[in-house]
């Protein structure tokens, strides 16, 4: 092609260009010539039918399908978006936006706009190797509606990067923008959808669920969201997901379709679960809530996805508020100015001209019967509002902004040039505006953050059918409750649970294989139940701890021990002090009377080694008091039976001293010579103690000395605080010592029993063994049978009378005659007894 030629070419394309407008300056709902064009498409009609037409060569004809009443209303927001931009001249001074608009009835005909869109003006798609240089007929294109749609017609414009701004799919597919570089949208992704219907569906607790689904990627994908979710989660349980049968087109349900919608009903009716999840084209559902008025269903939560939320045409069936509740997410509410009026306004200068001059061979670009339908539902259409609508508004002023970056326009012209859709897209990533109020931009997905509302559906005159009872923010993830529901049950909050929640501290016993289903059991006492931990065991309180039953924490337990303010404490506490003050002034008497013959017929010296131990003995008593520590564990265990023991021993070598002595000094002199030399009492005193120590070491040794917390079997909120609990062994090894010593010390006594009563203990010993004796026994007795801060109070009990015999049984009496009968307490009235029992002897 010569210069010249290519300058003829680029006068006569300019000329089209401005001649344009002129040429197409006729109404019609579908185009709109213009400067640059934007390609529309939208769902009027729908033939949800998932068979595509393959068995004939032409183009699915969409006005033979059923009415998407919606559709009309969207189409209508973009015109008047594209209208309203070129009225008001700031935007895009001195250019003219114009539209081609394409019905692609939900599903059938989308790939033919598609081509349209691409072709140039004269239809002609060439064959290139690189398209940057290429000018397809539309700049940019706006839907369509479905992400079915979405992904078939983006797949060929992604090829020429033609900018494509979805204002209602929702697929998370369409996140990837490796696959989709050119696809951008003004709703949230499905993934925020789902998110705020089980946020929704937390709220009101309802954990028990059905999901119905569409028999296409719409149903299938999002309930696979949703399952995902409450899988992860394991919050919400599902009790049963069916699939919709779809009907043919002809809108009448074969016999088959009839028979299964049948089996989901009753399945429906059958379960517990209240709540009821639809993801579903909104046609589909006209036959399915046919069915469900005439099963006169009831008390059920129906939630809609968005494809259906603010249907008007299944609103109408006003009957449907007999079944329960109606809840839908949907995009949030932008009221429109002048949209209202702008969707049912006639399209001036009577019905488009049905041939014009460079008319292309497309087809799909009539409704005849949506304005008139749009205006019978004009009522519910006004009273609820804009959302979708919005949308679409928003997308068109996306593209414009961005138009309005690349043709660098100021606020009095633009600079009029030919641009690469390629171009455009860049700038649409990176528009960021405020259009009625709202910070509208692009996030990384290509995704427009913008709000969702949860919508109760009303019915009743002059309000919002769609009214919005919460509001879902993307960025924060997060559902506000703006509203009340009126439920169908007044006044209350329907209830869709698998099993009641458990009660505090009660454990989860699943049933089946869903996590919300279980019965519940109560923790035993001693155990508690951390719900964030584990929900279907109990634990067990550590040892130090306790619990009551269904408890979800442990308490501390209570610690036993002898106090000084408890009765018998008191009791033992006189019972020692006045064994204290009375073997202090024994010691005293004693040591003032320390010559005379009754102080030496106690043993002398000798009696010196019993008093100390046990004035230390009574001194010693507080130790069983308080908690026991390892000093006090040590004192109880060794000392006392230490100080008895030395006791025992003084009073037994001295009862031998007494009965044997002058007998070994006669027949046994050399051993008498032995026994005076060597200090024999005290050796004998010395080698019993060291006996004795050794058994209690050897005690000590076998068994813990530290103090040790046991559970009162009795009372397990109380642990009793003691010393080794070998104890009972202890004791008795201890006292079988002392038994053989008391045995030794009672056989001199009774040997001696025709001694003058100055010498005669043999009474005393008796007492006083046979006292010892059997306080052992019962206390080993009541050891075994009892456990606890009685057993203290009894061990002390038994060891101070124990002493208190010894100190008063023995010492007493003597104290009392050297006191009150000092004229007994000479010598000379020593030897009168003596001479006496010699005579009787003799
Ligand atoms: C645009 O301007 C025309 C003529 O002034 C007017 O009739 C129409 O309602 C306006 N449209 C919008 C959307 O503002
Ligand atoms: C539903 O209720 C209507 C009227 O109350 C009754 O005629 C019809 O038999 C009921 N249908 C079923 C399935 O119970
Ligand atoms: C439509 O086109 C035909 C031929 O292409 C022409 O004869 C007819 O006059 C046109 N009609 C109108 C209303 O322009
Ligand atoms: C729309 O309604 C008007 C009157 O309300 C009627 O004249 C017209 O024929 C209707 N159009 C269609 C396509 O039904
Ligand atoms: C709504 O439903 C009623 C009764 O079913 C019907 O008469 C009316 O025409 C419907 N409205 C629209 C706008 O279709
Ligand atoms: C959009 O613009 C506003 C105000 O001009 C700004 O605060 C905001 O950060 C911008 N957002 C993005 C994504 O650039
Ligand atoms: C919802 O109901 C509660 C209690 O019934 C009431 O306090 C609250 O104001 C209501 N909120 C709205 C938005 O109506
Ligand atoms: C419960 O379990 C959580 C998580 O394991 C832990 O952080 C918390 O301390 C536990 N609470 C109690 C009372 O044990």
Known sequence: ???????????????????????????????????????????????????????????????????????????????????????????????????????????SNNVQPGLYFLAQNDDFLPILKDYSQYVPQVVAVIGPDNSESTITVSNFLSLFLVPQVTYSAISDKLRNKLRFPAMLRTVPSATHHIEAMVQLMLHFRWNWIVVLVSNDDYGRENSQLLSQRVINTRDICIAFQEVLPMPEASQVLTPAERQHLNTILDKLWGTSARVVVVFSPELVLHNFFQEVLARNFTGIVWIASESWAIDPVLHNFTELRHTGTFLGITIQQMSIPGFSDFRVRHAGGGPPTPNRTNLRATCNQDCDACLNATESFSNTLVLSGERVVYSVYSAVYAVAHALHRLLSCNAKSCLTKEIYPWQLLKEIWLVNFTLLGNQLFFDQQGDMPMNLDIIQWRWGQSQNPFQSIASYSPTQKRLTYINNVSWHTPNKIPVSMCSKSCQSGQIKKPVGLHPC??????????????????????????????????????????????????????????????????????????????????????????????????????????????????????????????????????????????????????????????WMRYHGPYVFVAFSTAIKAMLVVANMLTS?????????????????????????????????????????????????????????????????????????????????????????????????????????????????MILFYPERNTPAYFNSMIQGYTMRKS
């Open 1 to 107: 092609m010569g210069t010249q030629a290519r300058t003829l070419c680029l006068l006569l394309f300019l000329l089209q260009i401005f001649t344009k407008p002129a040429e197409l300056a006729e109404n019609s709902d579908f185009h709109l010539a213009g400067n640059y064009l934007l390609g529309g498409l939208f769902s009027l009609h729908a033939n949800v039918k998932n068979v595509a037409h393959l068995d004939y060569l032409q183009v699915p004809k969409c006005n033979e399908f059923d009415m998407k009443v919606l559709g009309y209303n969207l189409m209508q927001a973009m015109r008047f978006a594209v209208e309203e931009i070129n009225n008001h001249s700031s935007l895009l001074p001195g250019v003219r936006l114009g539209y081609e608009i394409v019905d692609v009835c939900y599903l």
């Open 517 to 674: 289903c279980f019965e519940c059991f109560d923790c035993p006492p001693g155990t508690f139940l951390n719900r964030s931990a584990d929900e279907f065991n109990c634990q067990f309180c550590p040892s130090s701890m306790w619990s009551h039953k269904n408890a979800i924490t442990c308490f501390k337990r209570q610690l036993s021990f002898l106090q000084w303010y408890e009765a018998p404490t008191i009791v033992v506490a006189m019972l020692a002090a006045l064994g204290f003050f009375s073997t202090l002034s024994m010691l005293f008497i004693f040591w003032k009377h320390f010559q005379t013959p009754m102080v030496r017929s106690a043993g002398g010296p000798m009696c010196f080694l019993m008093l100390v131990p046990l004035l230390l003995a009574f001194g010693m008593v507080p130790v069983y008091v308080g908690p026991p520590t390892v000093f006090t564990c040590f004192c109880r265990q060794a000392l006392f039976t230490l100080c008895f023991s030395i006791c025992l021993s003084c009073i037994t070598v001295r009862s031998f001293q007494i009965v044997c002595v002058f007998k070994m000094a006669s027949r046994l002199p050399r051993a008498y010579g032995f």
């Open 704 to 816: 813990t000395i530290n103090p040790m917390g046991r559970i009162d079997p009795e009372d397990p909120n109380i642990i009793i605080l003691s010393c080794h609990p070998n104890y009972r062994n202890g004791l008795l090894l201890n006292t079988s010592m002392d038994m053989l010593l008391s045995v030794v010390g009672f056989s001199f006594a009774y040997m001696g029993k025709e001694l003058p009563t100055n010498y005669n203990e043999a009474k005393f010993i008796t007492l006083s063994m046979t006292f010892s004796f059997t306080s052992s026994i019962s206390l080993c007795t009541f050891m075994s049978v009892h456990d606890g801060v009685l057993v203290t109070i009894m061990d002390l009990l038994v060891t101070v009378l124990n002493f208190l015999s010894v100190s008063l049984g023995y010492f007493g009496p003597k104290c009392y």
